[in-house]
Every structure is written in structure tokens, then in C-alpha cells.
């Protein structure tokens, strides 16, 4: 990608006029909006705009990365479009996972296949490997195309140094990290135990080695000496870190352990905090443990090891910074340590943004190279920035960046209305994926934040949807009110449709502005409702009135 846009001086010119022409054209056509309302049921007043919700054009978006996930062999990528950027697939397949989690959590109490079928396939495409499918996995994409199969340290060749794995060794947080992380937040949405064992193995690999020499024995920082896991396989970053450290916040959460407590980041959130904030008051992009062997990287290596990544664009040996790598950093950390994060917000944008317009901004890839935009590291950071404004909760920049980053896109849908992608081909095919996701993780109300918890209690005992028509509704808000002791459920209906509900003691009672509607049919211990066309605020309470 950074072929094609670095330095290019005519693009951002063509992105405003684009924006400015594509806003004339039908494809832009807002989608329907949401009716919300206030209904009162058997007393209790269910005010609707107090649920969260989502839109019309984010289900479209959510519907489009579905079918490219589940309408390919595990082992294809061909939906993806990236043909010139396989080292990016692995970044694709877990962020989606990440925004596929917070549509799930949005509409916490829809939970069937359509949710959880495609974030289990993306989880078995992630764990591809080269002795099933060879070339077509990513195993060989994210590791051994890059010349590693096995490694060692300190020297990676020699096999009486630390065995240190393959690609789900220590040193390659970039895969391991986000690997666990997705499964975590799989089990956090659906509850089936199938990878509890393989996320406490990764957990206790990396305390393996962040607290002690490789071997067991006990050792401060780690076997890097910095309390945090490279990858490449011989730089630390702290955006790579931040994932590995909001999985385990999230496991601690889910499973009742204390390996936060225990101290396990302490010394890697300290060398994150310092060695690798100092120097400009945000985070540098990655800290060097070795020198670089392997595949060819795009930073420089320090003279000295180890030191810090020295920047392409410095002329005095100034350690490397970017966008995207601070924006996904403090989005991650926030979790864990929320006033720091939080006070580098405004930094960020300060440093990073740049005004296009009152209704368009978007971020450089490098503090040291102010005003250029169409390097990946620029791409990226105007993506990343967006969902950190929206987890800050600064909706007017987050707009400005989106405005930027979508405006210039044509919206298509699909014939039969279901789904919907940005037309990107004009620029690359491959941001088609990229563009859907951030849209919907910039705009949804959950963010990486709200995932760090785990569900409240008594959650997987209250009613849910657990089976529907899947493919001819319209789920914008669907969740129990425990307090109230009612099911919120705001739908469109395309053609009649059936919805099972679990969980609900007795035959429950539909309400619609007040007035019980239809009827449940008993399924075993479930209750069927059949709706037929249209648009519903139903409120489902136990029992009748």
C-alpha cells in the first residue's frame, strides 16, 4: 500500500473532490433510521432510547464482513482483497473479531448463529497452519515467509540457545496476543468453554516469559529485560503489548484469577510508560531487543542494541513514532491504566491531527513528518484515531475523520438490501474490509473499554434469543432489563419470521405501545413468536399481565 500512496501529493486533493462529488450521488442515500419510543408495561415505564442500539447501515456493514468471513474455505483470503498485502491478513481477521465483539455486546441478547458463526471462523481461519494448508495459511503469511519456522535467542539459529517456538512461540506477540484475545472475546460473547484451556496456555506462556529467564528461574523484566514480548522477532512494541494485556485484564474478569494482581505487566506498563513515552510524550513505535533478522522491516535498527527504533524520516537518530501504533496503544490501554491514557488523548490529536475542512480532519503517520498524508502509517492512524474519539466519547472528531475517511465513498448495496460496503476500488479494493470495519467500530455506543469487563452477574441466565430468521430481520436493539424484568426488542421485519427465546421461566407476554401482541408457542423449555412484516418496539415480559 505505502508504494501506492507514499508521498503522493495529489491524494489528499482527490479525496476532498471526491467527497464532494460522491455526496451527489444516490449511493449515499442515508439508511432508514431507527424508531425509538416509551411504552409502559404492567407499570414499569421502558424509555427505548436508553438501550443501546444499532443502525440500520451498521447491521448492513456487520452482514457485508460476515458473508466475506463465511463465504471462503477457512484456508482462502481471496474476500479480502489483499493480494499485495498478506502481512496485513492477520491484523485483518483480529480486528474484525474486535468489532464483531462489539455488535455483539450492542445487542447483547441476540445470540445466534448469525453472531456466532462467523467469530468462530475467524478464529479457526487465524490458527491456519502451515502443516494443513501450507502456503494458504497464516502461519506461513505471518511467519515463515519472513524466514522463521523455529527460533532461538538469542540467536536464532543456534539450538543450544532458549528455544523459543514457531509462530505461537513467545516472540511473536503480534499473532499470539491478538490469537488469545479473540478467543477470550468469543467466549466472553457466547459462553461455550471450547477455548478457555488454549488462553490459559498462552497466559501462563507469557508469564513464563515476563517473569522469569526463559527457564523458570526468576528474573526482573523478563528474558528481554523490558517486561514485555517482541515480536518480528526482535523489537517490542507497545501497541502489540497492549493487546496481550486487555486479554489478560479480560480473562481475570471472566475466570476469577489474578494474574494483573500478581504483577505479571507491571514491569512492561512501566516500560511502556517511560522508556517508550518519554521521548515525545506519546508512545515511540517499538524498542529494539536484537538486531533485525529475518524478513525486511520499515524502521531502522539503533547502532546499539538495545535501544529505541530510529525513525526514516530523522536525520539525527530520533526514535520512530506513528499514528496508528499510538491511537491503538491508548485505545487498548485505557482499560488498564485510564488516566494515562486518557491525558494523551488530547496530545495525540494535537500532535497527530490536521484540519482538512470544519467537517474533515484526518492524522499524519509521523510527528516527524508533519503534513503528508497517503503513507499507510497516515491511513492507519486516521482509522485508529476515529475509534479513540469514539471511545473518548469526542463524536465531533471522530465525524471529522470519518467524514474524511468515508465521504469519499460510494455506499453499495447488496440487491437484496441486506448488506452494504464502502466502494473503495477507486483507491484499493483491499480498504473495502478495512473501511466497513473501523465505520462500524467508530460508531457503535460499546467500545474496547466496555469489552475489558466481564458480562454481569447472572447474565447467561437471562432471556436471549438464541435461534431467528436470521436472514429477514432487522436487530437494532435486543437485551434484558434486569431491573424492570423485560426483554427490549427493536426490529424490522423483511418477510415473517419466527425468533426463539430462552431462558424465560414461563410463557412470556409481547407488548407493543402497551397492548400484548401475538402469540408464543412453546418449543421444550423455549418460546417461538412469529412476526410478520414491519417495524416493532416490543417489550417481552415473564409470564402475562
Not at 52 to 72: F, G, R
Not at 134 to 145: D, T
Not at 391 to 412: E, I, K, P, S
Not at 478 to 494: M, Q, R, S, T
Request: glycine residues 8%.
Amino acid at each position: 500500500m505505502s508504494k501506492i500512496l507514499k508521498h503522493n501529493k495529489f491524494l489528499l486533493s482527490a479525496i476532498v473532490i471526491t467527497i464532494v462529488l460522491s455526496g451527489m450521488t444516490f449511493g449515499n442515500i442515508p439508511a432508514p433510521t431507527v424508531p425509538q419510543g416509551t411504552q409502559i408495561v404492567n407499570g414499569d415505564t421502558y424509555n427505548f432510547a436508553d438501550y443501546n442500539s444499532l443502525t440500520h447501515e451498521q447491521i448492513a456493514l456487520y452482514n457485508y464482513l460476515s458473508s466475506i468471513v463465511l463465504d471462503e474455505p477457512v484456508n482462502s483470503f481471496d474476500n479480502w482483497s489483499a493480494d499485495q498485502y498478506w502481512g496485513y491478513l492477520h491484523y485483518m481477521l483480529a480486528f474484525t473479531q474486535y468489532v464483531f465483539s462489539t455488535v455483539f455486546e450492542t445487542t447483547p441478547g441476540y445470540r445466534t448463529a448469525h453472531y456466532e458463526d462467523p467469530a468462530h471462523q475467524l478464529i479457526k481461519k487465524m490458527n491456519t497452519t502451515s502443516g494443513e494448508f501450507g502456503n494458504e495459511s497464516i502461519e506461513y503469511i505471518e511467519w515463515i515467509y519472513r524466514g522463521f519456522e523455529v527460533y532461538h535467542w538469542p540467536n536464532a539459529t543456534d539450538p543450544t540457545d532458549l528455544y523459543m517456538g514457531d509462530y505461537r512461540g513467545p516472540t511473536n506477540i503480534m499473532w499470539t496476543g491478538h490469537y488469545a484475545l479473540m478467543e477470550a472475546l468469543y467466549e466472553r460473547s457466547f459462553n461455550t468453554g471450547e477455548f478457555i484451556d488454549e488462553i490459559t496456555w498462552f497466559i501462563e506462556d507469557w508469564n513464563n516469559s515476563l517473569t522469569t529467564d526463559g527457564y523458570g528461574n526468576p528474573q526482573e523484566g523478563g528474558i528481554w529485560e523490558t517486561g514485555l514480548i517482541p515480536c518480528e522477532p526482535y523489537i517490542v512494541f507497545s501497541q502489540c503489548n497492549s493487546i496481550s494485556i486487555f486479554c489478560t485484564e479480560l480473562y481475570d474478569n471472566i475466570y476469577g484469577t489474578q494474574w494483573m494482581e500478581s504483577g505479571l505487566w507491571d514491569y512492561g506498563l512501566n516500560f511502556i510508560n517511560t522508556e517508550m513515552h518519554d521521548y515525545y510524550g506519546l508512545f515511540i513505535d517499538g524498542y529494539f531487543v536484537q538486531q533485525p533478522i529475518g524478513a525486511t522491516i520499515s524502521t531502522v535498527a539503533p547502532e546499539v542494541v538495545p535501544n529505541p527504533a530510529v525513525d526514516i524520516h530523522s536525520t539525527d537518530g530520533r526514535p520512530k513514532d506513528n499514528a496508528y501504533g499510538t491511537a491503538w496503544a491508548l485505545t487498548f490501554l485505557e482499560y488498564t491504566q485510564p488516566e494515562l491514557s486518557i491525558a494523551d488523548y488530547d496530545p495525540f490529536m494535537e500532535g497527530y491531527g490536521v484540519d482538512v475542512s470544519a467537517d474533515m480532519m484526518y492524522t499524519v503517520g509521523s510527528l516527524n513528518n508533519i503534513g503528508n498524508f497517503g503513507d499507510v502509517d497516515g491511513m492507519l492512524g486516521t482509522f485508529f484515531a476515529s475509534v479513540l474519539a469514539n471511545q473518548r466519547g469526542d463524536y465531533v472528531t471522530r465525524d471529522r475523520l470519518q467524514n474524511f475517511l468515508t465521504g469519499a465513498y460510494n455506499q453499495v448495496w447488496s440487491a437484496d438490501g441486506r448488506e452494504m460496503y464502502y466502494d473503495t476500488s477507486a483507491l484499493l479494493n483491499f480498504l473495502k474490509p478495512v473501511t466497513a470495519g473501523f465505520k462500524i467500530w467508530s460508531t457503535v455506543p460499546v467500545t474496547m473499554r466496555d469489552l475489558g469487563d466481564a458480562r454481569p452477574a447472572g447474565f447467561w441466565d437471562w432471556p436471549y434469543i438464541s435461534a431467528a430468521d436470521d436472514d429477514s430481520i432487522w436487530v437494532y436493539q435486543a437485551e434484558w432489563d434486569p431491573v424492570n424484568e423485560g426483554f427490549i426488542l427493536n426490529i424490522k421485519v423483511d418477510e415473517t419470521a419466527t425468533l426463539t427465546f430462552s431462558n424465560f421461566d414461563s410463557t412470556p407476554t409481547a407488548y407493543s405501545g402497551g397492548l400484548a401482541i401475538g402469540d408464543f408457542v412453546a418449543s421444550g423449555a423455549d418460546y417461538i413468536l412469529t412476526l410478520t412484516p414491519g417495524s416493532y418496539n416490543i417489550v417481552i415480559t415473564q409470564g402475562g399481565s
